[in-house]
């Protein structure tokens, strides 16, 4: 497993407590050290207890460079450069660094969310000027990941997969391998059909998270209750409009349809507007803050939550972390930051803060995140101070 990070430890884990022996490959020398101690570093339910059984069988070993292994999952970042082109480099290096240990016959199989043609024309291409050729001397194949954090544990493995060869060998080869420990459906496919389903998924989702955004836009700008006109409008039996948010983060919605966008700029014009919606809500929360503090000579604000979704400890792309940062830069405030999933804030200058203490200091509560946590104070906390709630937490 090549990339130890919120989904490629959770597989590792799956599959070193089913009978197979895995060897996770990571560069950072402190989560390969804490992986060996039986311990983790990201928070998920139920990993620390499989990573520390799985280490303790000897069924599962972190290192910093790849071994020589039957299969090679390669499970590493796909963030975006500037003008929201994809940055495939990640991949490229975790390909290129298993070119020494890979013997023929062995599957190597990309789960990373990659723009259409990536794994034929890089994956396989880098493997071709080694001399590997996919179908012939090793199979490759596309099987990108479709797990929701906080559940990766059980969707891993119930979740249907789309495995996407590049050749109908490939396929069949890396199908074979999913079946095995992947109780849904293994869907078999070509490898550029599996790279755009991911994309489609995710793209479906931020569109319609992008009508809520923008309804809840109308709303502020008519006086009107954004939560009350959606859980009216989903009395009709045809009608499921999502909540809104403070934007879109995590690494696959709020990056995903980008990757579509940059492959066929031309025939995207809604999915890059629902991007644009959705990455601008992040100001639109910060002009409502300013608005507020103007009451105030210098006022203490709370920040509730930094995650970019609800009882995670994960902040990437977190629109949540954007609007703080923006209240730093550009208010005259004092930021009481509260997130119960992390032990120190990630933003230089700023510290954390109970999530009692926030609320009893407050002048301003921005609710970000709605974590159970928060869900579980006493309303009475959130009487006293103006409160912004960007999420519904309040709202039934």
């Known amino acids: 497993m090549v990339g130890l990070g919120y989904v490629g430890l959770p597989t590792a884990a799956v ?26 570093h990201i928070v998920e339910p139920e990993l620390d207890a499989l990573v520390r059984a799985a280490v303790a069988a000897g069924t599962l070993r972190a290192a910093t460079a790849p071994v020589v292994a039957r299969t090679h999952l390669i499970c590493v970042p796909t963030p975006f ?4 082109q994809p940055d495939l480099s990640y991949v490229e290096a975790a390909t290129r660094a298993l070119v020494p240990v890979l013997r023929p016959g062995n599957l190597v199989v990309l789960e990373s969310t990659v723009p259409p043609t990536t794994t034929r024309q890089l994956v396989a291409g880098v493997l071709a000027e080694a001399g590997l050729v996919a179908g012939r001397d090793v ?12 559940a990766v544990i059980r969707e891993v493995v119930e979740n249907a997969r789309v495995v996407g060869g590049v050749t109908e060998a490939c396929t ?27 994309l489609a998924e995710n793209a479906y989702r931020d569109v319609n998270i ?14 009107l209750d954004v939560w009350e006109v ?15 948010g403070p934007g879109v983060g995590g690494h696959c919605i ?23 919606v959705n990455d601008a809500r992040p100001e639109r929360v910060v002009e409502r803050v300013r608005g507020l503090a103007e009451r105030f ?11 970019y979704k609800p009882n995670i400890d994960d902040m990437r792309e977190s629109p949540a972390v954007e609007v703080v940062r923006r209240l730093q830069a550009s208010l005259e405030a004092d930021l009481l930051v509260v997130e119960p999933h992390l032990r120190r804030c990630p933003i230089e200058g700023l510290e954390l803060v109970e999530p009692e203490v926030a609320l009893q200091q407050a002048d301003i509560v921005v609710i970000l995140v709605a974590h159970r946590q928060f869900g579980r104070l006493p309303r009475e906390l959130f009487t006293r101070p103006s409160v912004i709630d960007t999420v519904g937490l309040l709202a039934g």
Do not use: M
Not at 81 to 84: E, K, L, V
Not at 230 to 244: E, T
């Open 210 to 223: 992008a009508y809520a955004n923008e309804l809840s836009n109308v709303c502020d700008e008519l006086g």
């Open 254 to 276: 709020a990056v995903d349809p980008w990757f579509i966008v940059a492959t066929t700029p031309e025939q995207t014009p809604l999915i890059r507007a629902a991007r644009e």
């Open 139 to 150: 199979f490759v194949a596309h099987a990108p990941e479709r797990v929701l954090p906080g």
């Open 15 to 40: 599959l070193a407590t089913r009978g197979l022996r895995v060897a996770g490959v990571d560069l950072r020398a402190d989560v390969v050290e804490t992986i060996n101690a039986g311990e983790v």
């Open 297 to 307: 000579k210098r006022p203490r604000v709370a920040c509730l939550g930094l995650a």
């Open 81 to 84: 450069r500037d003008g929201h």
């Open 230 to 244: 959606i859980r009216l409008a989903n009395q009709h039996p045809r009608v499921s409009i999502l909540r809104p």
């Open 172 to 198: 069949e080869t890396a199908a074979r391998f999913y079946e095995g420990f992947v109780k849904g459906e293994v869907h078999r496919a070509r490898a550029e059909t599996a790279e755009l389903v991911k």
